[in-house]
């Protein structure tokens, strides 16, 4: 009864490439993340859903591009990978924007670029 | 910039042992405080959090945070610590504008205790 799933837990690919992470979340929320969590263990949030809208998007590069068919979802699509794109990526969701919503994450993915 | 910073990045206690690990942030207004704990293979889950009210804050599991206004922290202690509660710990204010549920996590805190 996984409540907030990504796949693919690892993701190994070649500099250039294009390449997509899924997230599912069965709780029912409104709100969906990704965050991305760098060599330092810093996490920091890419973008932010809310009912299938995007609500934050904290300077990333156009590469990314989000999509959310549907409020369950938030996939996250990365064209022409790029070394530094290599990190751990963490899917999260929550009830609605109230800041006082607590997050649900997601086991995170692995992503190396070589 | 603003920011938050956890100072300690690696902690090693034997059991029974007192744990205090510090945050610190540098966001104005009304933050919202969370620390969320990622155990060896699990994901990461909310520990505790902070709104409003009583500065002392309990969670789950016997721990507890601080709130010091003046100095910016929200400090996490438990005051015996088990080999169960090795894991790595993240400090995560949510500070305004209100309406973003959005976090800033510290770079974390791995704590592993000897049995």
């Known amino acids: 009864d996984t409540a907030v799933s990504q796949t693919p837990k690892y993701l190994v690919t070649q500099m250039g490439n294009d390449k997509s992470i899924k997230c599912e979340q069965n709780?029912?929320?409104?709100?969906m993340y990704w965050y991305k969590q760098d060599s330092k263990k810093f996490l920091k949030i890419m973008f932010s859903?809310?009912?299938?809208?995007?609500?934050i998007n904290e300077t990333v590069p156009n590469r990314f591009s989000p999509k959310s068919p549907d409020k369950a979802h938030l996939n996250l699509h990365i064209n022409s990978l790029e070394l530094g794109d290599s990190a751990v990526y963490f899917c999260?969701?929550?009830?609605?924007?109230?800041?006082?919503?607590?997050?649900?994450f997601g086991p995170g993915t692995r992503l190396l670029v070589l | 910039a603003q920011s938050v910073s956890q100072h300690n990045h690696h902690v090693i206690l034997s059991e029974a042992a007192s744990l205090e690990l510090g945050c610190n942030y540098s966001?104005?207004?009304?933050?919202?405080l969370f620390w969320y704990v990622q155990y060896p293979g699990q994901h990461l889950q909310l520990l505790l959090k902070?709104?409003?009210?009583?500065?002392l804050v309990k969670g789950i599991k016997g721990f507890e945070a601080e709130f010091i206004k003046s100095k910016f922290s929200f400090n996490l202690r438990k005051p015996s610590v088990q080999w169960s509660d090795t894991a790595e710990y993240f400090c995560?204010?949510?500070?305004?504008?209100?309406?973003?549920?959005?976090?800033?996590f510290g770079s974390g805190t791995k704590l592993n205790v000897k049995p």
């Open positions: 999260a969701s929550s009830q609605d924007l109230a800041r006082t919503e607590t997050q649900y």
């Open positions: 709780l029912g929320h409104d709100t």
């Open positions: 859903y809310n009912n299938k809208e995007l609500i």
């Open positions: 966001y104005g207004g009304t933050v919202n």
């Open positions: 902070y709104f409003s009210g009583d500065p």
């Open positions: 995560a204010p949510d500070p305004p504008p209100r309406g973003f549920n959005k976090f800033y």
